[in-house]
């Protein structure tokens, strides 16, 4: 009985995970209107929070936000 609970929480988890994988992936598509896979400045601008904090989060400061920086941003 323990190791089924065990593995329904880990389980749990890794549908959790999923979810919010899915959630980000599905924002960032929304956000990247040009579909370029990157998010610009201009296209950042529709969620004041990602706008105001767009420097920071672009790590590699080449002007964009890559689907990568936009994931660990949100983690």
Do not use: P
Not at 25 to 43: H, I, M, R, V
Not at 65 to 75: M, V
């Amino acid at each position: 009985m323990k190791v089924m609970t065990s593995l329904g929480i880990c389980l749990s988890a890794l549908l959790s995970c999923n979810v919010f994988a899915l959630d980000a992936q599905a924002t960032f598509a929304e956000l990247d209107k040009d579909g370029n896979g990157t998010l610009s400045e201009g296209e950042a601008s529709e969620d004041a929070v990602l706008h105001e904090s767009f420097e920071q989060i672009d790590k590699d400061q080449n002007g964009q936000i890559s689907f990568a920086e936009f994931k660990q941003f949100l983690q």
